[in-house]
Structure formats: C-alpha cells, structure tokens
C-alpha cells in the first residue's frame, strides 16, 4: 500500500519568514496530492490540493509543488503569520484494490510560527 | 453552522463499556468517514460508506461497528472497550467518493479516553 513520509515533524519560524514542509510518497500510481491544516482543538481542514497533472498551484501565500518523477511534493507557506500555527498533514490518494481507494496521511508537521 | 458536527466532543469511559459517536453532515455529501488519531497525531481511516458501499480498514477491530441510519448520519459503536482505544476520532464526509478526487470535510473530533 501507499506510505507517506513528512518532514520535519516540527518547525519554528519567525513571523514574516518562509516555510516549507515536505512529503515523498511511495505508490507512482497515486494521483491527488491534498495539505490539511489542524488547529488545537479542531479537525484538519483542506487548505490546497494539486492534482498529478499539474506541477504547482498557488493560492495566496500558500503553495504546493509536485515533482511526479521523485514522488515528492511539497507545501510552501510565505509570510507567515502567527495563525499559520497549527498542525500540517500531506496525504496522497491511491487505488487500494477492490475497487476502492485510500488516502494516506503523513505523520504531521507541527508549524509555530514565532512573533 | 457546522458542517460536519460530531458528539460528544470528549467521552471518558470505562474499560470493558459499550459507546457510540455520533455523527451528522449537513453538506448533503455521498460519502462519510470515520478516522482515528492517536496521540502522536497519526490519522488513519477506519470505515467509509455512502449509500450504497461499507468500506473497512481490514485493521480495524470487529469491535468497532458504524451505522448509517441515513445520507446524513454516520456514528460509530464501540464495544467492549480497551485502553488502547484511547484516541480522538474524526467523523468526515466528501460530496463524491475518495475516486473523485473530492475534498474530505472533517468533524472537530470526539476525545476518547478509557481507563
């Protein structure tokens, strides 16, 4: 089956700085790529998700980059801001057999982001 | 208006009791999911079901049964219940199935805690 590798597994940041948190996935099949983000207290909300026809998407100060060939992709967060603090998880969506699929979670990053 | 709402949002409870989670969507999505959390925040999918398939993480314990009454519900029983059951679980729910690409709308969880 899919396994999801993330890194780091904590990050700190100065406000205003950039971060970036990275994935690798082991299933080339796999094909959609979503970023979930989890406040304490709260469950994970979609913050972006890139399709594997496509090499970056880009919303605001939130990005994700996909490079199919190493299976690794990749959330960029530039400007952060204190409410960027949270928990992020990667997860890659792939065909588990039997005609249904699965979507693979990373193990978290947890982000503080430092005024 | 929450969209996915989950009760209750903390259960302590005994070894050995019988609970249920209870779970409601109002996004009039297809498909709906339960997901545990562990302490180290590892997410991993427990059941998903729409209206016309059960699929079960061949993990899970036969301990843990979900019942749909409609579209709208999906809750969870949990018999005879272990320590290691001790866990936050995420109720979620997408407009198609995981197929489709479809974005998961998660619940902000109910804390478990047996002891």
């Known amino acids: 089956g899919e396994n999801v590798e993330q890194h780091p597994s904590t990050l700190s940041v100065q406000e205003g700085d950039s971060a970036v948190i990275k994935c690798t996935y082991s299933d080339s099949a796999s094909n959609y790529f979503p970023w979930y983000k989890q406040e304490l207290g709260k469950g994970p909300q979609l913050i972006i998700d890139?399709?594997?026809?496509?090499g970056e998407k880009k919303d605001q100060r939130i990005a994700v980059t996909l490079n199919k060939t190493a299976k690794h992709f990749s959330l960029h967060i530039t400007e952060t801001q204190p409410e960027d603090s949270a928990v992020y998880f990667c997860?890659?969506?792939?065909?588990?057999?039997?005609?249904?699929?699965?979507?693979?979670f990373g193990k978290g990053t947890k982000l503080s982001v430092i005024p | 208006d929450t969209a996915v709402s989950q009760t209750p949002k903390y259960l302590v409870t005994q070894m050995g009791n019988d609970k249920s989670i209870k779970c409601e969507q109002n996004?009039?999505?297809?498909?709906m999911y339960w997901y545990k959390q562990d302490s180290k925040k590892f997410l991993k999918i427990m059941f998903s079901?729409?209206?016309?398939?059960?699929?079960i993480n061949e993990t899970v314990p036969n301990r843990f049964s979900p019942k749909s009454p409609d579209k709208a519900h999906l809750n969870l029983h949990i018999n005879s219940l272990e320590l290691g059951d001790s866990a936050v679980y995420f109720c979620?729910?997408?407009?198609?199935?995981?197929?489709?690409?479809?974005?998961?709308?998660f619940g902000n969880g109910t804390r478990l805690t047996v002891t």
């Open positions: 996004l009039g999505h297809d498909t």
């Open positions: 079901y729409n209206n016309k398939e059960l699929i």
């Open positions: 997860a890659a969506l792939a065909y588990s057999g039997a005609g249904s699929y699965q979507l693979t």
């Open positions: 979620a729910s997408s407009p198609g199935g995981l197929s489709d690409n479809s974005p998961l709308h």
């Open positions: 890139i399709r594997s026809n496509v």
